[in-house]
């Protein structure tokens, strides 16, 4: 955990504050707590403003899902990517554990509707068909526990994480009600510095950003590079920019560190055929991702 800390802070000037988007007691708040427990955080009430935060030192980091085991990507952080000065620098991966939340007091036969975020009431849907709870839509989890306890209405709960019950003076009454036991948010940690690991002694991660010249066959000759060097792309996306939708951008993730020659050789190819190229940052590979990899790549290799 220390690593990773120091890898995240990557020099950064600012105080020892986390941002993140939500209220107290969200899922992204737990995330901090876990990953950056020493840090002091910071909830702000979009994505925008969390990364602001740290462009504007007010925050040393922020933290950002970018997506989910059940429910896929978070694409409102794709909209901000192409614009923000800031660097990528450590993930995270964090399990959702949804609990639901009520007034002391009540109990499951008297709750008759939950109110949470989509998402969560979504993934909590047969928990909630079994025990003949309607869902209420909320803006945000953490935000739906603070409202229940200001109303004090015992016929309604909110699905929240265990941290918003205890902020609020709430009840958890279930525990890991959520539909898929493997539920788990990515998320990615920004920085106004880059982080700067060494690709000899840790697994590596590279983002970037792209976009293709508009001729036949250009994404696959600007990804060809990655195959013939032996670089796996893990994750790649497509968007559509511009007026009249011609051409995509493209986010992707791939193993390794530029400093490597054959991430070296295939950066080089993308760029020949791309009109534009943003490099995002390069960052340790958080270890719940490293099952099933060798040991980290020896030094000259």
Not at 128 to 134: E, F, N, P, R, S
Request: proline fraction near 5%; aromatic fraction near 6%.
């Amino acid at each position: 955990m220390a690593k990773r800390r120091a890898a995240a802070r990557a020099g950064s000037k600012a105080g020892n504050t986390i941002a993140y988007q939500g209220e107290p007691g969200a899922n992204s708040d737990m995330a901090c707590h876990a990953a950056f427990p020493d840090m002091t955080t910071l909830p702000c009430p979009t994505f925008d403003s969390a990364m602001g935060a740290v462009q504007g030192g007010k925050a040393e980091l922020a933290i950002i899902p970018v997506e989910n085991s059940v429910a896929g990507r978070v694409a409102d952080l794709h909209s901000l990517l192409p614009h923000t000065r800031l660097k990528i620098v450590a993930e995270h991966f964090q399990r959702v554990e949804h609990c639901l939340v009520v007034l002391p007091g009540a109990s499951l036969g008297s709750i008759k509707t939950a109110k949470s975020h989509v998402q969560a009431l979504s993934q909590c849907r047969n928990f909630l068909k079994k025990h003949g709870i309607a869902p209420l839509v909320h803006a945000d989890t953490a935000g739906a526990a603070r409202e229940i306890a200001e109303e004090g209405d015992k016929a309604v709960g909110a699905i929240a994480s265990s941290l918003a019950a205890r902020i609020y003076g709430l009840k958890v009454l279930a525990k890991n009600i959520e539909d898929a036991d493997h539920n788990t948010t990515r998320m990615l940690v920004f920085s106004r510095d880059e982080a700067k690991p060494d690709w000899r002694a840790v697994r590596c991660m590279t983002a970037f950003l792209f976009r293709v010249k508009s001729v036949p066959a250009a994404l696959y000759k600007a990804l060809g590079g990655f195959a013939t060097n032996g670089v796996n792309i893990v994750k790649l996306e497509s968007y559509l920019s511009g007026a009249h939708f011609e051409q995509a951008q493209f986010y992707a993730e791939v193993e390794g560190h530029p400093d490597q020659r054959g991430l070296q050789l295939a950066l080089e190819e993308l760029r020949f055929f791309s009109e534009e190229l943003k490099m995002l940052g390069t960052f340790p590979a958080h270890p719940f991702r490293r099952k099933g990899w060798d040991a980290p790549t020896r030094p000259g290799t």
